[in-house]
């Protein structure tokens, strides 16, 4: 073994030489090509953020539409076809280019600062996920502007989604856009579990993780697996569509449940994709306002993972009035009431934490602690419906709209709004303005709750989801007056929430590195962090590096001022997948152009496909090719030939 | 004061060296959700064929003339992936092209002959869900393999130019994993499409 490919690293402190020297190694580049190229974990994930953010915006606008709609009876402000178009594309943004992105935005940010880590692990990877998912988006939303959007809901039943029932480009749009997207959530899952397994600072053991960590681990190793089933049944119902497959059509004998089986079996391990990182973030965020450590941290791990694998067992429950035998849907309903109890664990957790805590009430521990009573209800919501005779009343009726309002918004934005406050001083150096932000938090609270608890009662009184008026002899008028009014409270709301952001961001109180006297790793280094993150590697002995002195659980300290230096390149230390013992050094790729040029080919490829231009589709294809054998070709300064060849 | 953990390190390799680096686990990967895809395209099968009246099976006997040799010339090409593989690990180069080399011809040649049996077949992809379910199954497989093979080609032209020794080879192993997914996924859809009428499946 030749000495060059083995070394004892260099330890140290961290002094302003080194400093200098890891930031001039570490940088982007300047201009356009460092625009494109920049493969920084956290550049990435603000544009992650923004983006999903800008998508957030506009699927809220198209709520707001349909809510005027709804104001009253027989009103005329959309038709019927506006009105079916606005529903499916307000739930394909939301659920596709919100709930998902903005998670994977916070996880690249925060993964190799909570982790103690300079990279993620595959950074080129990270980049070409976003770009997709910026291209996957556009792609959409050209559909949706040219007339185009997704007409027939956001999950999309067959057969009205096919060609005999919806003859124009809605869903080839649709479906090809969301084989595009999938293309990014999975590369971007890959990402995120080798680097939760292999890039950790030394000693930070399985059992020493963020909780944050673990929901993106599980959501992520779900992802990689069932996001192949929603792309196939969108590729399949396009070629049903465009090369008259029988894929899910009845009269060649194909199998129009396939299309639900498909789409469910993605659909609903995806609904604790787009929780459990959120439930993270509170499980994380919540003790740092308690003054505590979070009670029961192995318990909640355990039923993160414990829910994500039930989470595949239930999919049959969206299918309970498609006529399925009655003992199969007793299944499905015993493992969706069972489901129940890992939530039940986080909930109590929470509970716990605040009860036997000194909580301070900032903004954030707002939208942390009212999340758990928004989790509840939808929670109970689920469960009512879990059971198979509640669902056939209530199935297609505005209780299951209330109950995934409930879920989504309250697992998901309600976490993500306090984790916003909660990390903004450490992505921007700034502290959010408090009283705008208790103002906006009230906002949405009451928005919300006004909007979508009457729903409920709605759905009781049979009021079915997706229909675009209804007569004044229904009685449904003050409840959707309502609701519409709470909407409305809502969007001022998230818009004081936007006004707060733009203004702190340039004249925001100056934060200090740990403004909240956070035990986490990444509350160790400067705000906003340096490009390299650590300038030493820090070595962890305890779940809560920055509250040893007062937690005093383990016999040592972490070494967060001393560690490895590693400043002979642009390199970070791997470490085994349980103990997080450094097994390697690895020099990491610089900025690279190649997933943007990937990301174009792939979109002329999709184009290409959609109008059935065979020299696009062909020319995008060949620029794919290229961008990847350029990006795999193995580079000596990666060390992954022989320096001594080639 | 409690001791300070300080990891004192000792030698540490340095880049990715065997499997050992991050590039191996990105495989593994990439492997899963592929087998998970076609996981589901399986899943597609015979839940269709089960919910359907029997008869829907076109070929109730399939043929298995071109196809069980074509899948045992597949299982070889796996063979001779392997044996590259192993032309690298023990420095042994004109071992390793004719690993790689024999692997990407038997693939050109199974690619071929599937193409064939594509055309021998009485239905087209729109004649029934059955055949639909035949066609883009053994699609999806056939572009794995054309990818396979560009994957083998190019560790044949790095081995050729002297990329690799026993110490980084990450790419090859990256590669012939690939190649054996791609192998190991058609026994399980000639096995879906082939054998299991035989079995009694959907007739």
Excluded at chain 1, 456 to 469: A, D, E, K, N, S
């Amino acid at each position: 073994m030749k000495a060059a490919d083995m070394r004892v690293p260099e330890v140290g402190t961290a002094t302003p030489e080194l400093r200098r020297r890891l930031d001039e190694i570490w940088k982007t580049g300047p201009g356009i090509a460092g625009f494109l190229g920049t493969v920084d974990h956290k550049k990435i994930g603000i544009r992650y953020i923004v983006t999903a953010f800008a998508f957030l915006l506009l699927g809220g606008i198209e709520a707001l539409l349909m809510r005027l709609q709804l104001i009253g009876p027989d009103l005329k402000l959309l038709t019927p076809d506006q009105y079916n178009v606005l529903f499916s594309t307000h739930g394909m943004t939301m659920i596709f280019l919100y709930a998902a992105p903005i998670l994977s935005g916070f996880s690249n940010y925060l993964f190799p600062l909570l982790l103690g880590n300079r990279d993620m692990a595959f950074p080129r990877l990270n980049a070409l996920s976003y770009w997709i998912y910026l291209a996957a988006g556009i792609f959409l939303y050209v559909g949706f502007l040219t007339g185009h959007g997704p007409n027939d809901g956001w999950f999309n039943y067959v057969p009205y989604s096919e060609r005999d029932f919806n003859p124009g480009l809605n869903q080839d749009f649709y479906s090809l856009g969301m084989v595009l997207l999938g293309i990014s959530t999975t590369v971007g899952a890959a990402n995120f579990i080798v680097t939760l397994l292999r890039m950790r600072a030394p000693g930070m053991s399985i059992n020493r993780l963020p909780i944050m960590t673990w929901g993106t681990l599980t959501a992520s190793a779900a992802n990689l697996v069932v996001v192949p089933s929603v792309s196939l049944a969108f590729l399949l119902l396009w070629l049903d569509r465009q090369f008259g497959t029988q894929f899910f059509r009845s009269a060649g004998g194909g199998q129009p449940l396939l299309w639900q089986h498909l789409f469910w079996l993605f659909g609903h391990p995806w609904v604790y994709a787009i929780v459990l990182p959120a439930m993270g973030m509170v499980s994380d965020g919540l003790p740092v306002f308690c003054r505590r450590p979070l009670v029961g941290y192995s318990l909640v791990a355990l039923s993160t993972v414990a829910t994500m694998i039930l989470g595949f067992g239930v999919w049959v429950h969206h299918m309970f009035a498609t006529g399925l035998p009655g003992l199969g849907l007793s299944f499905f309903s015993a493992a969706s009431i069972v489901i129940t109890f890992p939530s039940a664990v986080a909930v109590f957790a929470w509970l716990a934490t605040i009860w036997t805590g000194r909580p301070v009430v900032t903004t954030a521990f707002l939208y942390f602690s009212s999340m758990i009573l928004m989790f509840v209800i939808g929670g109970v919501s689920g469960v009512m419906t879990a059971s198979v005779p509640v669902d056939w009343q209530l199935t297609d009726t505005y209780f299951v709209v209330a109950h995934i309002h409930y879920v989504l918004i309250g697992i998901n934005l309600f976490p993500v709004l306090g984790a916003a406050h909660f990390w903004f001083p450490k992505m921007t150096g700034r502290f959010m303005d408090e009283r705008l932000g208790k103002w906006s938090f009230w906002l949405v609270f009451a928005g919300f709750n006004i909007a979508f608890l009457p729903m409920h009662l709605t759905g009781l009184l049979g009021m079915p989801r997706r229909i675009y008026t209804y007569g004044p002899e229904m009685h449904w008028t003050a409840l959707n007056t309502i609701t519409t009014c709470g909407s409305f409270i809502l969007a001022l709301g998230i818009l004081l929430f936007l006004v707060n952001v733009l203004r702190s961001r340039r004249h925001g109180r100056v934060a200090p590195a740990n403004p909240w006297d956070a035990s986490t790793l990444e509350w160790s280094v400067s705000s906003p962090p340096p490009e390299y993150n650590f300038a030493v590697i820090p070595t962890v002995a305890s779940r809560h590096p920055l509250w040893e002195d007062r937690l005093q659980e383990e016999q040592a300290t972490s070494s967060l001022d001393r560690g490895m230096l590693l400043d002979r390149g642009k390199e970070v230390v791997t470490t085994t997948p349980l103990d997080a013992e450094p097994d390697l050094i690895l020099e990491m790729p610089g900025d690279t152009t190649a997933p943007f040029w990937l990301t174009v080919g792939l979109s002329l490829l999709f184009i290409g496909l959609l109008l059935r231009v065979v020299s696009l589709a062909a020319g995008g294809g060949v620029l794919t090719a290229l961008a990847i054998l350029v990006w795999l070709w193995p580079r000596r300064a990666l060390r992954e030939r022989e320096p001594a060849h080639g | 004061m409690a001791e300070v953990a300080m990891f004192k390190p000792g030698p540490l390799p340095v880049g990715p060296t065997r499997r050992q680096g991050v590039g191996w686990w990105g495989a593994i990967m990439l492997v899963a959700s592929e087998g998970a895809l076609f996981a589901y395209l399986l899943f597609g099968y015979f839940y269709v064929g089960a919910t359907e009246p029997p008869g829907w099976v076109l070929e109730p006997r399939p043929d298995l003339r071109l196809a069980l040799p074509n899948t045992v010339l597949l299982l070889l090409s796996s063979v001779a992936a392997w044996f590259g593989e192993h032309g690298v690990l023990s420095r042994r180069r004109g071992r390793a092209l004719l690993g790689f080399g024999l692997a990407a011809v038997m693939g050109v040649v199974f690619a071929a002959v599937q193409w064939k049996e594509w055309h021998l077949k009485h239905f087209l992809p729109g004649t029934s869900s059955y055949a639909s379910l035949y066609y883009a199954t053994t699609a999806f497989h056939m572009a794995h393999v054309v990818i396979g093979i560009a994957v083998l080609l190019g560790i044949f032209l790095w081995t050729a130019l002297d990329y690799f020794s026993p110490r980084r080879h990450m790419a090859v192993s990256a590669g012939v994993l690939y190649w054996h997914f791609v192998d190991a996924v058609w026994l399980a859809v000639f096995t879906t499409y082939y054998l299991t009428p035989y079995l009694g499946f959907g007739t």
